[in-house]
C-alpha cells in the first residue's frame, strides 16, 4: 500500500481518519512505514490511526535521545489537539511510548508494546556492522524475525542504507545507547492504564523473559505470547495481532 505522508509544520505523519478513537503507532530504530501496513490496514475505518515519522535523522544530534523523542511526541500529540491515545510501540517506539505515559499519562486512553525496549534489549549484537556488508545485514534483519522471508527486500535496503551512511549510523548507535541508559525498571509501576504486551517466543532482541518482566511490573497488564514468531509479531502474524488488539481496545473503550 501507498502511504500519503502529511506535513503540517514540523511534523510528519501518516493519519486515515475515520473512527473518534485515536490509535497513535510509534515505530523502532529500524522501523519502517511497512512494518504497520497491516494494523493501518485493519483498523482505519474503525478508528483514526496516527503514525508520527519519528525525527531520528532529523532532531539536533545534541538534543537527539529517548527523551527528546519523547518530548518530540509530546508536542506532536498537543500541535494535533489529539484528546486521548491509545499509543502502540514495537521494539525502541514501545519505551517511547512508555516514556510519554509517564510524562503525561492524562493523554493515555491504553497502552499497546510488542517487543519493547525499556529493560532489556540486544539489537545488532557485540559488532557493528561493517560498511557494504550487504549480506550481513540481510542476515542480521532475517534474525529479527523467526521466518526470515518476513524480512523484505525493502526493509533490508533501508536497514543497509542507514548503515552505510556516516550520519544515520552515528544517530543510531546514539539513540540505542541513550535507550539502554533510560532503564524504566523502577517506573513502571506508575503506568496504571491497561496495558496489552505482545512478544514473539522467538523474539532474540527483547526475549520473552522481557515480556514476562514487563507483565511483573505493569499491575493492569495483560500479556500474550505468539508462538514461531520474533521480534515483530504485528508483521509475523498480522492477522491474529490485530484479532488481539481488536478485542482488547473493545474491552477498554466498549467498542468496536
Not at 101 to 111: G, Q
Not at 161 to 189: E, F
Not at 237 to 246: G, I, K, M, V
Request: aromatic share 10%.
Amino acid at each position: 500500500m501507498e502511504f500519503e505522508i502529511k506535513k503540517e509544520g514540523r511534523f510528519k505523519y501518516i493519519e486515515s481518519g475515520g473512527g473518534d478513537e485515536n490509535l497513535l503507532l510509534l515505530h523502532g530504530l529500524f522501523g519502517a512505514l511497512s512494518n504497520f501496513q497491516g494494523i493501518i490496514e485493519h483498523f482505519k475505518g474503525k478508528c483514526n490511526v496516527i503514525v508520527p515519522i519519528l525525527p531520528i535523522f532529523d532532531l539536533p544530534i545534541r538534543t537527539l535521545s529517548v527523551t527528546g523523542l519523547v518530548d518530540y511526541v509530546v508536542e506532536f500529540v498537543d500541535f494535533k489537539q489529539y484528546n486521548k491515545v491509545h499509543l502502540l510501540g514495537n521494539s525502541l517506539g514501545g519505551h517511547i511510548a512508555l516514556l510519554y505515559a509517564l510524562t503525561r499519562p492524562d493523554k493515555i486512553s491504553s497502552i499497546i508494546l510488542t517487543g519493547s525496549s525499556g529493560l532489556f534489549e540486544s539489537a545488532m549484537g557485540s559488532s557493528f556492522p561493517k560498511r557494504g556488508d550487504y549480506e550481513f545485514i540481510k542476515k542480521k534483519t532475517e534474525a529479527t524475525f523467526y521466518r526470515p522471508e518476513v524480512a523484505t527486500t525493502e526493509l533490508i535496503d533501508e536497514v543497509f542504507d542507514i548503515v552505510n551512511d556516516r550520519n544515520k549510523a552515528i544517530r543510531v548507535v546514539a539513540t540505542a545507547k541513550s535507550a539502554i541508559r533510560h532503564n524504566l525498571g523502577d517506573k513502571l509501576h506508575q503506568i496504571q492504564v491497561p496495558t496489552l504486551l505482545v512478544w514473539g517466543k522467538q523474539d532474540t532482541i527483547t526475549p520473552d523473559f522481557v515480556g514476562e518482566k514487563f507483565h511483573e511490573l505493569i499491575d493492569n497488564s495483560r500479556l500474550i505470547f505468539f508462538d514461531e514468531c520474533g521480534h515483530a509479531p504485528m508483521m509475523e502474524h498480522p492477522e491474529l495481532f490485530n484479532q488481539h488488539l481488536e478485542a482488547f481496545l473493545g474491552e477498554v473503550t466498549g467498542k468496536f
